[in-house]
């Protein structure tokens, strides 16, 4: 996986924190997720960070650039990362033409090793795009209606066997009821999270395939039953206190 180089990201300068210290700060959290898990450093030099992780979507042998909105904006940094990580690309980019998007790897959750997606569905996602992206990269598709301010990592992600997910964002009791089949007969359990929860932070999260990395403050809000089902992968409890004060999840920093 890749984690990218944020120490030359463009923040808000009202933070009221000098440059220099800025810099210092920015090099911790750099070291700190360095040192979590074997990662490649990639730079993509000083950007806006929220939406480079929603450019893309991929596994092993291929990897998808995403619709997502004033996507021209991005080329260089798509071109940066598909050099980095060569594999057989999909571009789904046209759609933008058509006003229609997707965010990637934040529009759909997968497992891989199951073959199945989550998705969430609404005017940043697009049902047949998401069909496109499971016929494209062999997935079994599941969809849910999902607010508009939202993406589907925001209230979902697969650790291992397990799908922690908020599913009171999902208001159909029969839609419920189907993806408790779904992933259940796929073999995976569910941690479900409160709605309070996930906006307090909760889903901030990363899991690299062998261990999840979650920030403090997520563990800490974890019930004592939440944590023994997380205990079941290994965890490492993290701390990147700048990146978490201007806004940037682990979803933004590691692909």
């Known amino acids: 996986m890749i984690l990218l180089d944020f120490r030359n990201w463009i923040f808000d300068k009202s933070l009221g924190v000098l440059p220099n210290a800025q810099k210092e700060l920015l090099q911790r959290d750099l070291d700190t997720l360095a040192k979590a898990a074997d990662l490649e450093i990639l730079n993509l030099g000083a950007i806006q960070p929220f939406s ?18 004033k996507v021209s904006d991005y080329y260089s940094v798509i071109d940066l990362i598909l050099e980095k990580e060569n594999k057989e690309v999909v571009d789904y980019t046209e759609a933008v033409e058509e006003g229609v998007y997707f965010y990637g790897q934040n529009s759909l959750v997968a497992h891989s090793v199951s073959e199945i997606a989550l998705c969430g569905i609404n005017s940043f996602t697009d049902e ?41 964002y999902i208001t159909d009791k029969k839609v419920k009821k189907e993806l408790f089949s779904f992933v259940k007969i796929h073999g995976i359990k569910i941690v479900t999270f409160t709605k309070q929860q996930v906006l307090q932070g909760i889903l901030n999260v990363k899991y690299t395939g062998e261990k999840l990395l979650l920030t403090k403050k997520a563990f800490d809000l974890c019930t004592t ?7 079941e992968t290994e965890l490492e409890v993290i701390a990147f206190p700048f990146l978490e004060k201007v806004g940037v999840r682990l979803r933004d920093v590691i692909l």
């Not at 480079?52 to 909105?69: D, G, M, P, R, T």
Request: charge should be negative; glycine fraction near 2%; proline fraction near 3%.
């Open 225 to 231: 039953e939440q944590k023994k089902a997380l205990s």
């Open 128 to 168: 047949s795009l998401f069909e496109e992206y499971c016929e494209d990269f062999e997935l079994t598709p599941f969809s849910f209606e999902l607010p508009d301010d939202l993406l589907t990592s925001d209230i979902a992600c697969f650790i291992g066997d397990t799908l922690l997910i908020c599913l009171e």
């Open 52 to 69: 480079i992780s929603s450019l893309i979507f991929k596994n092993e042998e291929q990897i998808a650039v995403s619709a997502i909105k």
